[in-house]
């Protein structure tokens, strides 16, 4: 067996290094992002040791990004973007030009071209949607007015960066030419566009009867495997198939298919399925960027590099505060927007290495925007964090949180994250349901039409349906926070039911509910023996396995004979499901004669 495998050694090293600088990362309160971007850096061809195969990093590079993409698009919520319409559009409009204009200023100082200039400031504008929406879900903002802004503001973003995708090609292509004047440009362009309208129109009428016909066929298969088959070749496939036809980007064509994809009642389902694989290239991508990366640029261009950290983190927060306060809002929501748009990340990857495949931007462009995009997201937890102590300190009710942030400060300790504090319930004697998927909606359902008062505790808040319109009360995030669990009153709760499927969050959510309330009734949902005893470690009173309750429903409904029933006691469907019922003498018929 040959030992010389660029591919298996490019992706096993990148994976592994990512892992553990990304773990380190963690660990220390930053984003993991910055970890595999480091992993990068460790085997690019910059610095000693290992190299990896730099043309087969940036093909995996491609197919991340296209996941991405992907992943961007399923996630796109049009009513998030309308419900804040009024502040995000011209919001992020305006600070897109303000940080480009920026970026276009330093680029002239060093002597680039327009079309440079023009890559470089756009990459600076755009935030990074994965540590945006970290910082707000720590904090518990993404429901709130705050939250809702910056989100909007996040999707204005993508969007301009995917239409500046789509339209570079040709930009670069009509200036590049000796004979472009403003007439060839517009000329490239509007064919480019003609193609996108092309491409959209037919995805829009074709993609969105197609697409999700396909998908719903194959969920009623019932193979997971082919489901989770069916959604990477729906995005792999769109997005080559973009390419190829009409001329547009691999990464217009995943934005697409994904979003198409959102209007499917299995989207969420199809999102779940292609989670792992989606992140691995995800972190492929971020590798293969960071092998890109010199890291002497930092002594070399201190200059460049402090001018380019300074747009990013002082001119657009400044561009992006002033935007907020004109349109009347607090400071708080204005420092928060400020604070979540200063870093750039992986659109910023995408632009710069465009531009430096479409020769309008230098090496040395895409090397600032690493070191911006490093530099930036390793300092914004530091500026969530004094924005964290300035709140606390401006409200009494958050002083405590204040006291404790700068005591496990004085010793040296990660200070602690003021959170916007969740409502506790009035409801006792209710049930507290975990999980609103498919068996948590027949819970609710049930508990519904027997009048019984219950809360449901879900962290997809798109699972939640109309529940808060109806009146039932909810709450958005994850039972194993102790802010959480007390928000749902477990301390006067009848019971818990845990409806989710992930056994490791189940143990966590028992153990934490039983601190609060030992004598509580827990109910857990389980798959095996294994994820039983995991749960009964914790502390679950009783354990329902899907299996088994499957098996007991069937076997009941055999109509039973007059001389014996079938199911005589609760255990032998048990007993049938683990495979270890025991042979036994049929019973003597009354009739018989001794």
Known sequence: MPHHMPLISTI????????????????????????????????????????????????????????LMFGVGLHFSLKDLLSVKAIAVPGAIV??????????????????????????????????????????????????????????????????????LVLLPAFAKAISSASADVESIVISLGLTLGKVIAFVAIMLIVGRRVIPWILHYVAHTGSRELFRLSVLAIALGTAFGAAELFGVSFALGAFFAGMVLSESELSHQAASETLPLRDAFAVLFFVSVGMLFDPMILIEEFGPVLATFLIIVIGKSLAAYAIVRLFRHPDSTALTIAASLAQIGEFSFILGGLGVELQLLPDQGRDLILAGAILSILVNPFLFALLDRWFAKREPAKAEKAAAAEAAEAQHEQPSIVREPVPVTAL???????????????????????????????????????????????????????????????????CLLVAIPDAFESGQIVEQSRRLNPNLPIIVRVHSAAQEEHAEKFGATRVVMAEQEIARAMVSAVPDAPRQPILSSVEEPDDIVNGNHEERAPEPRPDATP
């Open 428 to 494: 006792t004697d209710h049930v507290v349901l975990v999980g609103h998927g498919r068996v948590g909606k027949f819970i609710s359902r049930k508990l519904t039409a027997s009048g019984t008062p219950f809360l449901v505790i879900e962290a997809n808040k798109s699972q939640l349906a109309d529940l808060p319109r109806d009146g039932y009360e909810t709450l958005v995030g994850n039972a194993a926070d102790p802010e959480i669990a007390a928000a749902a009153n477990l301390k006067e709760a009848r």
């Open 12 to 67: 096993v090293v990148g994976l592994v290094l990512a892992f553990v600088l990304g773990a380190i990362a963690q660990r220390i309160r930053i984003s993991p992002l910055v970890g595999y971007l480091l992993a990068g850096v460790l085997v690019g061809p910059f610095t000693p040791g290992y190299v990896a195969d730099q043309s087969l990093a940036n093909q995996l590079a491609e197919i991340g990004v296209i996941l």
């Open 95 to 164: 600070q897109i030009a303000s940080a480009t204009l920026l970026g276009m200023g330093l680029a002239w100082l060093m002597g680039w071209s327009i079309g440079g200039g023009l890559v470089f400031g756009l990459a600076l504008s755009v935030a990074s949607t994965v540590v945006l929406l970290r910082a707000l879900q720590e904090r518990r903002l993404v429901e709130t007015e705050r939250g809702h802004i910056a989100v909007g503001w996040l999707i204005v973003e993508d969007l301009a960066m995917v239409l500046t």
